[in-house]
């Protein structure tokens, strides 16, 4: 039989192999699922920082999205839920919260860059920022919204963004990422 001392640094050794943190954050590639590299790239280094991050082609949404609501009837999903798409996948993640809204599951942040046409909030979203180009289509307010929309130009604001480029773009990444980083954190204090 063990002794009780021995347990502790087994405990100890199982407890820091356990993941840092508790997040969902889900990156939405846009059309034929190889444009859109920069969300990718985003993911990993989120993944870097011990952040639970993971990329899926835009057509994966609907998947998603019913797997956590699943989840959530056995108390499984981890908070908070963070959601971020490129084109196409930037058309779908509105979808994305607004599914999960009408299923009583909040969305802490959505981000798109540059969908393809105008897309509506009706629930789940708290905060949504649309990075568009003077082409792409806006991020609006439908009935029970009730969280917050940015929409952001890139065309004033930062260099060699186009719609291909958009989401590689250093300075975008850079801002992109740290509002994933403080809604994370912001989202793991309200729980």
């Given amino acids: 039989?063990?002794?009780?001392?021995?347990?502790?640094?087994?405990?100890?050794?199982?407890?820091?192999?356990?993941?840092?943190?508790?997040?969902?954050?889900?990156?939405?590639?846009?059309?034929?699922?190889?444009?859109?590299?920069?969300?990718?790239?985003?993911?990993?280094?989120?993944?870097?920082?011990?952040?639970?991050?993971?990329?899926h082609s835009f057509t994966a949404w609907r998947g998603i999205a019913e797997d956590i609501v699943?989840?959530?009837?056995k108390k499984k999903v981890s908070y908070p839920i963070v959601v971020l798409g490129h084109s196409f996948g930037a058309d779908v993640v509105p979808e994305f919260a607004n599914y999960l809204g009408r299923n009583g599951i909040a969305t802490e942040l959505v981000v798109g860059f540059d969908p393809?046409?105008?897309?509506?909030?009706?629930?789940?979203?708290?905060?949504?920022?649309?990075?568009?180009?003077?082409?792409?289509?806006?991020?609006?307010?439908?009935?029970?919204?009730?969280?917050?929309?940015?929409?952001?130009?890139?065309?004033?604001r930062y260099r060699g963004a186009n719609h291909v480029t958009i989401e590689k773009v250093d300075a975008i990444q850079n801002d992109v990422l740290a509002s994933v980083r403080a809604a994370v954190k912001s989202g793991k204090r309200r729980r």
């Fill in 116 to 156: 393809t046409g105008r897309r509506t909030f009706t629930k789940g979203a708290k905060k949504a920022v649309n990075y568009r180009t003077h082409m792409g289509g806006h991020y609006t307010k439908g009935d029970g919204f009730r969280g917050k929309i940015t929409e952001i130009d890139v065309s004033t």
């Fill in 70 to 73: 699943q989840r959530s009837k």
């Fill in 1 to 55: 039989m063990k002794k009780p001392f021995l347990l502790i640094p087994t405990l100890l050794l199982a407890l820091s192999a356990a993941p840092a943190s508790a997040e969902e954050v889900y990156f939405f590639r846009g059309g034929f699922d190889v444009f859109s590299t920069g969300m990718n790239q985003m993911a990993a280094q989120l993944r870097g920082q011990k952040i639970k991050a993971s990329a």
